[in-house]
């Protein structure tokens, strides 16, 4: 069964730090030898995570590419924004989308995230409902446990 997590926000983070945490997600799971599939709401950001990736830590690379960039199997990381694709053989979904994708089923595990933004909450909010009616097991965690 697939399993999902929504990391609470911190009320006073900013855009800026809820990227630096993808990245560090990103990069835990990496170390872990998982291979994750970091799913954005548009080309426009599936590219800003793409360069933050490139930026991040700049003495640990994290190999990583754009669905359909780069090795013929994938990297260990791919950023895509497809709602429609066909994801297999990937540890982690990353969701930044507003929507849950319809093949976050596949993936045994699935990070999310509830920013302090009102509006942000009650997308966050739809988003926790569409996992749940994937009857995928959900729970939340503080940013900082």
Same mark, same amino acid.
Request: charged share 20%.
């Given at each position: 069964?697939?399993?999902?997590?929504?990391?609470?926000?911190?009320?006073?983070?900013?855009?800026?730090?809820?990227?630096?945490?993808?990245?560090?997600?990103?990069?835990?799971?990496? %170390? %872990?030898?998982?291979?994750?599939? !970091?799913?954005?709401?548009?080309?426009?950001?599936?590219?800003?995570?793409?360069?933050?990736?490139?930026?991040?830590?700049?003495?640990?690379?994290?190999?990583? @590419?754009?669905?359909?960039?780069?090795?013929?199997?994938?990297?260990?990381?791919?950023?895509?924004?497809?709602?429609?694709?066909?994801?297999?053989?990937?540890?982690?979904? *990353?969701?930044?989308?507003?929507?849950?994708?319809?093949?976050?089923?596949?993936?045994? %595990?699935?990070?999310?995230?509830?920013?302090?933004?009102? @509006?942000?909450?009650? *997308?966050?909010?739809?988003?926790?409902?569409?996992?749940?009616?994937?009857?995928?097991? !959900?729970?939340?965690?503080?940013?900082?446990?």
């Amino acid at each position: 069964m697939t399993q999902g997590t929504f990391y609470l926000m911190q009320s006073n983070s900013t855009e800026q730090d809820l990227r630096h945490f993808i990245c560090q997600l990103v990069k835990q799971h990496y %170390q %872990q030898q998982k291979r994750v599939y !970091l799913h954005c709401g548009t080309r426009t950001q599936a590219h800003e995570m793409d360069d933050l990736l490139w930026a991040f830590e700049t003495e640990t690379f994290i190999p990583h @590419n754009l669905k359909g960039e780069g090795l013929k199997g994938g990297s260990p990381v791919e950023i895509g924004f497809d709602q429609q694709a066909q994801i297999k053989d990937y540890d982690i979904l *990353i969701n930044l989308a507003d929507q849950a994708p319809a093949f976050a089923v596949n993936f045994p %595990q699935i990070i999310d995230f509830v920013v302090a933004d009102e @509006n942000q909450k009650a *997308i966050a909010r739809d988003r926790f409902r569409q996992y749940r009616s994937m009857s995928i097991e !959900l729970n939340t965690q503080n940013q900082n446990s």
